[in-house]
């Protein structure tokens, strides 16, 4: 059983930076792909990208320019890089562990809380 907890989420300013994290802890080893998504309330989940065991990334192609994902093994963290915000990106951020094929949503079986942007 793996559990995420994400943090980094605040208010920031049109044109500014953040940078989440997702720490995962439990089973760990069985986590093949994580991934991070974003809900606004009353739209549906839209998934920003994801990376597997080897560090291969995917992401979807209106935010692959601004956004980055990268993790830290050792670390049992996932992290998302968000550069250049636009109000357009204020939601809720979801990280989201599973098993390959890390670009497919339905991957995914565990879910964090969730941390909220505000752009």
């Known amino acids: 059983h793996v559990q995420l907890v994400e943090s980094g989420g605040e208010s920031v300013q049109a044109g500014g930076s953040l940078r989440l994290s997702c720490v995962a802890s439990?089973?760990?080893?069985?986590?093949?792909?994580m991934g991070w998504f974003r809900q606004v309330p009353g739209l549906e989940r839209e998934g920003i990208g994801s990376?597997?065991?080897?560090?291969?990334?995917t992401y979807a192609d209106s935010l692959k320019a601004r956004f980055t994902i990268s993790r830290d093994n050792a670390k049992s963290t996932l992290y998302l890089q968000m550069n250049n915000l636009k109000p357009e990106d204020t939601a809720m951020y979801y990280c989201?562990?599973?098993?390959?094929?890390?670009?497919?949503?339905?991957?995914?079986?565990?879910r964090g809380q969730g941390t909220q942007v505000t752009v």
């Open positions: 989201a562990a599973g098993r390959p094929p890390c670009a497919l949503a339905t991957s995914y079986q565990t």
């Open positions: 439990g089973a760990t080893q069985d986590i093949g792909c």
């Open positions: 990376i597997d065991s080897d560090g291969i990334t």
